[in-house]
């Protein structure tokens, strides 16, 4: 089975920055995914890596690790319009699927003034 | 403008009785998707197409039926709702990387 852990909440001051991270355990790794969900809102795509490394996308940055199964989201000057909730996903693909995607359950993030 | 909708938004059902939770796309998506968020456990897949004609059970199919006979629709089916599939859905579609949502429908089967 799968199993994609991501710690349940996390505290931080507006302008500061916070490191989300996401462990997974899995095979058929295909790519890893971040997504923002405001409460009552639909989630909403930030970022996807495949191969090991960062990806920056303005005040959001997403790293990768596939060998240690390790990604994690950085969030630069923090704004309060940024808490929310930030789901980590995982994509595999196996003999009988492909396409599958599994989340974490979320890291609720709350920023404070 | 580009958008992922589903249709009704909430439902309230009783036990047994069949539904069909609608949902349309506009962006000439591939693929498709089926979800259920509950408290505490996150997202969790039910469904997934590929294409027209093609679908796939994703990790909590059991209870639900999909069809995908035009690309732009993908509606799902309880043939029998019963209370622990009172959730929030969403649908989903997405080209290459990009996966866009519908606004959700909550359920309460009763």
């Known amino acids: 089975g799968q199993n994609i852990d991501q710690p349940t909440e996390m505290t931080a001051t507006e302008g500061a920055i916070v490191q989300i991270n996401c462990t997974y355990q899995?095979?058929?790794?295909?790519?890893l995914f971040w997504y923002q969900q405001h409460a009552g809102e639909a989630p909403t795509f930030l970022s996807y890596?495949?191969?090991?490394g960062l990806e920056e996308k303005g005040r959001f940055s997403s790293f990768l690790s596939r060998s240690k199964g390790y990604s994690y989201l950085l969030l630069k000057e923090l704004q309060m319009k940024d808490s929310a909730s930030y789901l980590c996903?995982?994509?595999?693909?196996?003999?009988?699927?492909?396409?599958?995607?599994?989340f974490g359950a979320g890291t609720q993030v709350v920023v404070t003034p | 403008e580009a958008q992922v909708t589903q249709n009704p938004r909430y439902l309230i059902t009783v036990t047994g009785k069949k539904l069909t939770v609608t949902c349309s796309q506009n962006?000439?998506?591939?693929?498709m998707s089926w979800y259920r968020q509950d408290p505490g456990l996150g997202l969790r897949q039910i469904y997934y197409?590929?294409?027209?004609?093609?679908?796939d059970k994703g990790d909590v199919p059991e209870g639900y039926k999909v069809s995908r006979k035009e690309k732009r629709n993908f509606p799902l089916i309880l043939e029998s709702p019963s209370p622990n599939q009172t959730s929030l859905y969403f649908c989903?579609?997405?080209?290459?990387?990009?996966?866009?949502f519908g606004p959700g429908t909550r359920l309460l089967v009763l």
């Open positions: 989903a579609s997405s080209r290459e990387e990009t996966q866009y």
């Open positions: 996903a995982v994509r595999v693909v196996q003999s009988d699927s492909w396409g599958k995607l599994q």
């Open positions: 899995t095979s058929g790794f295909n790519g």
């Open positions: 962006m000439n998506h591939e693929y």
């Open positions: 890596n495949v191969l090991d």
């Open positions: 197409s590929m294409n027209v004609e093609v679908t």
